[in-house]
């Protein structure tokens, strides 16, 4: 019966530990959205007199070496209140996705960009509009001496840095919360000198083993070394993996992409579920256009730690705080059987002590 | 503060009712709307962002999935023009370490829902307008909008997770399977939203073409936007006889935009999600 009491009461201790932990493990966790204001700015492009006819959206017009030229964006400020907005120039490159991409990223200059976008113009430049305001920001445009015949992609990047400040200020001490931030880009065509004749070209460089949305993969960089582009995704490829020597595929991704001149794009082969294991493998690709095809292969190697890493990162960390409640339930426990023993033992004592026993011979006589 | 130690209260007493049944439903008591004084809320103003609360236009019980971000910087209106994004709460009390899918907090209203009180609630959606094309030059015009999803540590503004290491990182996940309806959005008219259906008939060319078509990944229903890449993540395009006039996606349903939290990154602490929305307009 007392048993089944002691039971009972570790029951609803554990209950209860369990409960506050799991209270305090919830309580700050929310996720929250926050709005941004809004940026009352129209941007529109004023077109040089050479802009290809056919292109009412972006800059796109033929350019020699040694020319200059234009590029002119127009702001209205709708609102009343000062705006504040940035202009970038950015070179086009291509995105993990065979995306052709205009936005600002960490990656370094492609190796075989020969006439960068961002060396051809001027800086980032700052407009400020005052209410109603209409502007006109300009970026020159100046080829050098050059014997490049090509394409130079890139883009004028609009972002208002004031309204990204405002909604990172926005941020509060929560745990996690979602902001949002804006922009938009007018692209950059700038066909250069006799820009018909190069033709796209790939070959692949470094295979670099890592986490493709979190699951084991490699990324292969396919790089175009040539400053032509191929636009509408008219680039098929076709990509597996092998072991080193062997013919069974072992994981595939095929991907319809474009890909901007002079660029790299890290092509994604995920091992889905399945772990990685060190070895030596070989990467081939298919790469096909209208009038083209490409086999290219690369042999890579995957070590032992790179593999281990790789599977162990999305493992969820050991935790150890079911042992921490363990102890402490334990700690909670042995206070109680020491309260217990120690009130029995008093009233034992007490009843000692009218024997005139010492009171403390007892307890010494536990410890060991 | 003191609110916080409410919840801490509150959620513990509900779980020492409920723990043995699981963890869920826990109460939302957090989200309390600023009303003004005649009890309707205000827009776009949050009682304390501390406790995660957010009205977005509509009323305290339809509670802020609704997320309203109207974007004003855009083409020359009348052009092509980036109306608004969705806002995505992952609110909701969570599971915190023993959760790493996390959904949408409530679903969104309808595009064109209006309730009783004659008060429209912003739906959750991405709405494009494409004005451009209406002539006959034969000039190609396509947009694309794509979002760069990083995650902020709370003290300035390093990314957590580097490209190309080894480190899990918080993955946004967007339906695929919506589908884009077209939609006008007037902006004269407090932003209204009205349903419109596709036209092809070039005599009132409201809607004239095939929707903008939605990104995936693989051949799942849904797009993944990592956090450790510096590339952005094209979400929808429209080539030149796509996406003309207005569309919206709207991420109606709560599991139609999932936020994969690593384990490991929830130990991290604090961290905000930064979406960049990008409108382009350039070869595709």
Redesign the interface.
């Known amino acids: 019966m007392r048993k089944m009491n002691m039971a009972r009461c570790l029951g609803i201790l554990l209950?209860?530990v369990?409960?506050?932990w799991?209270?305090?493990?919830?309580?700050?966790?929310?996720?929250?959205?926050?709005?941004?204001g809004?940026?009352?700015?129209?941007?529109?492009a004023v077109f040089p007199e050479n802009q290809n006819?056919?292109?009412?959206?972006?800059f796109?017009f033929e350019i020699a070496s040694g020319q200059s030229n234009n590029l002119t964006l127009e702001f209205?400020n709708?609102?009343d209140k000062e705006q504040t907005?940035t202009v970038e120039p950015v070179v086009?490159?291509t995105?993990?996705?065979g995306?052709?991409?205009?936005?600002p990223?960490?990656?370094k200059a492609d190796s075989s960009l020969k006439l960068p976008f961002t060396d051809l113009t001027s800086k980032k430049q700052t407009v400020t509009l005052a209410g109603k305001e209409t502007k006109q920001v300009t970026f020159p445009v100046q080829i050098p001496q050059t014997t490049v015949n090509g394409i130079v992609?890139g883009?004028l990047?609009?972002s208002?840095e004031q309204?990204?400040k405002e909604?990172?200020k926005?941020?509060?001490?929560?745990?996690?919360?979602?902001?949002?931030?804006?922009?938009?880009?007018?692209?950059?065509?700038l066909r250069v000198n006799d820009w018909e004749s190069a033709k796209p070209d790939f070959r692949l460089n470094r295979v670099?083993?890592?986490?493709i949305?979190?699951d084991p993969g490699v990324?292969v960089d396919l790089q175009n070394f040539e400053p032509a582009?191929i636009?509408?995704?008219a680039l098929s490829i076709k990509a597996r993996v092998t072991q080193k020597g062997s013919t069974k595929t072992i994981k595939h991704?095929n991907m319809k992409a474009?890909f901007a001149p002079n660029s790299t794009l890290?092509y994604p082969i995920t091992w889905g579920g399945d772990r990685i294991t060190a070895g030596n493998y070989t990467v081939h690709m298919d790469l096909k256009t209208s009038d083209k095809t490409w086999h290219l292969k690369r042999n890579f190697t995957i070590t032992g730690e790179?593999a281990e890493?790789?599977n162990?990162?999305?493992q969820?960390?050991k935790?150890y705080?079911w042992l921490w409640i363990l102890i402490g339930i334990l700690a909670i426990l042995l206070i109680i059987i020491f309260v217990i023993y120690m009130y029995k033992r008093g009233r034992q004592t007490g009843r000692q002590s009218v024997q005139n026993q010492p009171q403390n011979r007892g307890s010494r006589k536990k410890k060991h | 503060m003191k609110f916080t130690k409410t919840s801490l209260l509150f959620s513990t007493a509900i779980l020492l009712g409920s723990a043995l049944t699981g963890l869920t439903g826990v109460a939302q008591a957090a989200d309390q709307a600023l009303l003004d004084k005649d009890g309707n809320p205000i827009s776009g103003v949050s009682s304390g962002q501390e406790n995660g609360a957010e009205v977005i236009n509509g009323d305290a019980t339809a509670g802020s999935a609704a997320g309203e971000s109207t974007v004003g910087i855009g083409f020359r209106a009348g052009n092509l023009t980036l109306n608004q994004v969705p806002n995505f709460d992952f609110g909701g009390e969570n599971d915190f370490m023993a959760q790493t899918d996390f959904t949408l907090f409530n679903e969104g209203a309808e595009l064109n829902y209006t309730d009783d009180s004659g008060t429209a609630p912003r739906p959750r959606a991405l709405i494009v307008t494409d004005a451009r094309g209406a002539d006959d030059s034969g000039a190609t015009n396509g947009w694309k909008v794509s979002v760069n999803f990083k995650t902020l540590l709370t003290k300035g503004d390093t990314t957590l997770g580097e490209a190309g290491d080894a480190t899990a990182a918080p993955i946004l996940q967007l339906s695929s399977a919506v589908e884009p309806t077209p939609v006008t959005f007037d902006t004269a008219n407090h932003d209204t939203i009205a349903v419109g259906t596709t036209v092809t008939d070039s005599g009132s060319p409201l809607y004239t073409a095939a929707a903008p078509v939605l990104q995936k990944t693989g051949v799942t229903d849904f797009l993944d936007v990592p956090s450790n890449t510096t590339d952005p993540t094209t979400v929808v395009t429209a080539n030149a006889t796509q996406g003309l006039r207005g569309w919206a996606v709207n991420y109606k349903a709560k599991d139609s935009v999932h936020l994969q939290v690593p384990i490991e990154q929830q130990y991290i602490g604090v961290f905000t999600a930064k979406l960049n929305w990008t409108l382009g307009n350039a070869p595709a």
């Open positions: 209950f209860s369990m409960s506050l799991l209270g305090m493990s919830q309580q700050t966790h929310r996720v929250q959205a926050v709005q941004v809004n940026i009352p700015v129209d941007v529109k006819g056919m292109v009412t959206g972006y796109d209205t709708t609102a907005l086009g490159g995105t993990y996705q995306e052709l991409n205009y936005e990223t960490d990656r992609l883009s990047y609009v208002s309204a990204n909604a990172l926005a941020r509060s001490k929560k745990r996690m919360k979602v902001i949002n931030t804006y922009a938009l880009y007018f692209g950059v065509v670099v083993p890592k986490l949305n979190n990324g582009m636009k509408d995704k991704y474009s890290s790179q890493k790789l162990q990162a999305n969820p960390k935790n705080m």
